[in-house]
Each structure stands twice: as structure tokens, then as C-alpha cells.
């Protein structure tokens, strides 16, 4: 099976950067996602990870060691509307072999404060 | 503007009632889903589709059933045998089926919100 650990809740001030961790274990991994959901929204793609090191998309980063079976998402410069839910998920065998499904973690909720 | 369509938004359903979301999808995507979420909690996959006509199981299927006759088009029905059906419910799709490289990317649908009474 598949289980993800995230923190449960971070705050943090606008012009902050935040760090959101991810560790995961699964069998066989196929690479690392971020999404970030909006209370009452759809999740949003923010990010994948396939391969170790950092992937800087604008002020949001995402990295992966794979080693440590270990992630995290990076926003810099923070804004108020950043304040959301955001998931890591890996990419897990489903019962089609060969089919890859999405496994999301518990959600990590940001508060950002003026 | 592509996108996926649920619908309804709301859903007040009595006990022992079966219920349909609807979900519609104008991307071309081959691959659809549905994900129950929880107050707090991550989504936990409930049915995939692969192609037309074909479907599995995710991992809380019990009390849930799908159907895909269409490309675009995957509703989900919510069965009284359903114990706890009160959720948000999304739909998603994604033009990748099943390449071991690259991102599956999920486009989600804006949410059906069931209630029990």
C-alpha cells in the first residue's frame, strides 16, 4: 500500500517563504505531485517531482530526494491568497497493471497573516 | 473553455436513497475518476476509468457504482448500501493512461457536496 505523512496546519506571514513537507512510502514510485486546493475548490496541479533535486516553478519550488522517500513544497514571497490546502501525492500501481493512480496525502493547510 | 462540468453542486439526499453526480469532461481525456473527501482528510479514490466501457475499482468502492458509455461523460451513483455517504465528491480526468514516465496530471471538476438528512 501507499501511506503520505504531511503537517497537519502551517501559518506563516505574506512575504514569508514556507516549507511543506512530504514523506511518503509506497511500493514502486513513479515520481511526486503537488496540488493545492482552495476551501470549497478543486484541487489545482502545482508540481511534479520524478527525479531528485529541486523544480522551481515561479515562487513555488518543489523538491524530492528519493532516498529518504522525502519531499517538500517551497512558496516564497507569500501571498494572502496562497492561504490553502495543499497535497502531496505519488503516482501508485493501480489494479490495471501498468495503470498509475493518483494516492493523495492528508493535506497540509496554510494560513497566511498580513 | 475546456473543462469538467459536475453537477449538481448541492445534494440533500434522504437514508436509504440512491443518488447520481454527474460529471462531464470537454478535455478529450481518456482516463476519469471519481475521489471522495472527507472534513480534514485527503481524497481517497473510489473508481477510475480507463477507456469507454471499462472501469475499476478504487480503494473505497463499496457502496458506490460507475458507468462509462462515453468518452466525456462518468457518473458516479451513491448507493443506500453507501454508510457514510455525507462528502465532498470530485471528479477528474487525464489524457495520460498508464506511460511509467511522465506526470499524470489530474484536472479536477469543481465538486458535488452530498449531504444525508
Known amino acids: 500500500g501507499q501511506s503520505l505523512e504531511q503537517p497537519s496546519e502551517v501559518t506563516a506571514v505574506e512575504g514569508a517563504i514556507v516549507q511543506i513537507n512530504c514523506t511518503y512510502q509506497?511500493?514502486?514510485?513513479?515520481?511526486l505531485s503537488w496540488y493545492q486546493q482552495h476551501d470549497g475548490g478543486a484541487p489545482t496541479f502545482l508540481s511534479y517531482?520524478?527525479?531528485?533535486g529541486l523544480e522551481e516553478t515561479g515562487r513555488f519550488s518543489s523538491f524530492l530526494s528519493r532516498s529518504d522517500s522525502y519531499g517538500y513544497l517551497l512558496l516564497q514571497e507569500l501571498q494572502m491568497k496562497d492561504s490553502a490546502s495543499y497535497f502531496c501525492?505519488?503516482?501508485?500501481?493501480?489494479?490495471?497493471?501498468?495503470?498509475?493512480?493518483?494516492?493523495f496525502g492528508t493535506g497540509t493547510r496554510l494560513l497566511v497573516s498580513p | 473553455d475546456g473543462g469538467i462540468t459536475q453537477s449538481p453542486k448541492y445534494l440533500f439526499r434522504k437514508e436509504g436513497q440512491n443518488v447520481t453526480l454527474s460529471c462531464e469532461q470537454n478535455?478529450?481525456?481518456?482516463?476519469m475518476y471519481w475521489y471522495r473527501q472527507d472534513p480534514g482528510q485527503g481524497l481517497r479514490l473510489i473508481y477510475y476509468?480507463?477507456?469507454?466501457?471499462?472501469?475499476q475499482k478504487g480503494d473505497i468502492a463499496e457502496g458506490y457504482s460507475v458507468s462509462r458509455e462515453k468518452k466525456e461523460s462518468f457518473p458516479l451513483t451513491v448507493t443506500s448500501a453507501q454508510k457514510n455517504p455525507t462528502a465532498f465528491y470530485l471528479c477528474?480526468?487525464?489524457?495520460?493512461?498508464?506511460?511509467?514516465?511522465?506526470?499524470?496530471?489530474?484536472?479536477f471538476g469543481a465538486g458535488s457536496r452530498l449531504t444525508v438528512l
Open positions: 477528474a480526468s487525464s489524457t495520460y493512461r498508464g506511460a511509467i514516465s511522465g506526470a499524470n496530471v489530474l484536472t
Open positions: 509506497t511500493s514502486g514510485f513513479y515520481g
Open positions: 517531482n520524478a527525479l531528485d
Open positions: 501525492a505519488v503516482r501508485a500501481e493501480g489494479r490495471n497493471t501498468g495503470f498509475q493512480k493518483l494516492v
Open positions: 478535455l478529450n481525456h481518456d482516463a
Open positions: 476509468s480507463q477507456i469507454v466501457n471499462d472501469f
